[in-house]
């Protein structure tokens, strides 16, 4: 399933096609995704323009003029390309079909700036919906996500708080949307793998004990937090950098294949050699809460 470098991707990706443009007509060619399509979906949608293009955790987020909001999940497999209505290339986005099977399209905006969004998806498994801008807060699909990690307010105090009594280990806490939005399994075996942490440690030690015998709610970041927080800001904005992921779906939405999969430092290179000068090590992989784990058990501690 895309990341959130890969989500982040395709909002740049879509944003000058779609940002400040009107829905002229939207098209839902079946009944439903992962989840049914509302009944009011393209009535709330066409003659609205989209005053921002924006992204929550794995979600991207559409604001329209109405005062609702576009919310979009890719899934497994889903896609967007960008096309000029006459459905040719749209000036600037060199098009690769990521899937050739055109009957896979359930859903096209057509845009005022003369493009049109298509949304592609095999699997079925992304999903739309409409919701109210000031029903955001509550909105279920939304409700209980975790910080954003690029965010200003995501630090190692805060995900020190956040795993202070957790009994889980710091993969699976990393992992946990509720915990911190927007990671998946390859940024947070990287992160791990940067910070020199093992997987199996517990989540726990990311708070000092000492702290929370002072009062101090969750107890202070230990060093392990402190590495922990760059290492995640440093994969994720190289990754984005660098068009996230290429692997097996995801594609940006001018068709190109992201390259950061090229500077994998330890996801899917088990039994390679360890980057990490001087350390001598081997890349494992184990199975962990249902995931693979690729890591080096002699830098990760």
Not at 237 to 249: F, W
């Amino acid at each position: 399933m895309p990341e959130l470098p890969e989500v982040e991707t395709v909002r740049r990706g879509l944003q000058p096609s779609m940002e400040g443009a009107k829905i002229l007509k939207a098209e839902a060619r079946r009944k439903d995704l992962r989840f049914p399509f509302q009944k009011d979906f393209v009535a709330r949608l066409e003659g609205q323009t989209v005053e921002g293009l924006g992204r929550r955790a794995k979600y991207l987020m559409a604001d329209l003029t109405s005062g609702d909001v576009l919310l979009m999940h890719l899934g497994m497999s889903g896609s967007f390309r960008v096309l000029r209505d006459d459905g040719k290339i749209a000036p600037g986005h060199f098009h690769y079909e990521r899937n050739q099977d055109r009957a896979h399209d359930h859903v096209i905006f057509h845009m005022s700036s003369g493009a049109a969004i298509v949304f592609n998806d095999p699997r079925r498994f992304g999903y739309m919906k409409v919701i109210a801008r000031n029903a955001i807060e509550d909105e279920p699909l939304l409700k209980g996500l975790g910080p954003e990690p690029l965010g200003n307010e995501f630090d190692a105090a805060m995900l020190a708080r956040s795993c202070a009594n957790k009994k889980t280990s710091l993969k699976a806490a990393l992992l946990d949307q509720r915990v911190v939005a927007g990671l998946g399994n390859i940024y947070v075996c990287e992160a791990l793998f940067r910070a020199r942490l093992s997987p199996r440690r517990l989540a726990a030690t990311l708070a000092t004990k000492t702290g929370q015998r002072k009062g101090v709610a969750g107890g202070e970041p230990t060093e392990h937090a402190k590495r922990l927080v760059p290492a995640i800001h440093d994969v994720l904005s190289q990754a984005i950098k660098a068009g996230g992921s290429s692997l097996r779906d995801h594609r940006q939405t001018n068709g190109e294949l992201g390259y950061f999969q090229h500077s994998f430092q330890v996801y899917d290179r088990e039994g390679e050699k360890c980057p990490t000068p001087g350390c001598g090590g081997t890349v494992k992989r184990f199975t962990q809460n249902g995931r693979s784990t690729f890591w080096c058990p002699k830098c990760q501690k």
